[in-house]
Nanobody, 119 residues
Framework: QVQLVESGGGLVQPGGSLRLSCAASRSIFSFYVMGWYRQAPGEQRELVATVTTLGTTNYADSVKGRFTISRDNAKNTLYLQMNSLKPEDTAVYYC?????????????WGQGTQVTVSS
């Protein structure tokens, strides 16, 4: 079992920046892909960005050019640098790690961190 703990959320003005972190309780090297997802009130959870162990990244169109995902396997931590934030980025942000097991793929989720973009 592995625990994922997000941090770095908060209140920021439009145009501002935040960096989210997701710390794992053990090595993240086994996660073939890790990602950030978000869920706004009354909305479904949506993908924000993912990164594989090889460093291949994928972004939602709504955040391309503004957000950057990265992972530090040595520190067992996933990051999301968010720049030029907009009110529509307001949501609870979750990190997820996926790994292969003998029973098939298994996903691990963090508890989420609130990001509020408002003046």
């Amino acid at each position: 079992q592995v625990q994922l703990v997000e941090s770095g959320g908060g209140l920021v003005q439009p145009g501002g920046s935040l960096r989210l972190s997701c710390a794992a309780s053990r090595s993240i090297f086994s996660f073939y892909v890790m990602g950030w997802y978000r869920q706004a009130p009354g909305e479904q959870r949506e993908l924000v960005a993912t990164v594989t162990t090889l460093g291949t990244t994928n972004y939602a169109d709504s955040v391309k050019g503004r957000f950057t995902i990265s992972r530090d396997n040595a520190k067992n931590t996933l990051y999301l640098q968010m720049n030029s934030l907009k009110p529509e980025d307001t949501a609870v942000y979750y990190c997820k790690g996926s790994q292969h097991t003998n029973s098939g793929p298994m996903d691990y989720w963090g508890q989420g961190t609130q990001v509020t973009v408002s003046s």
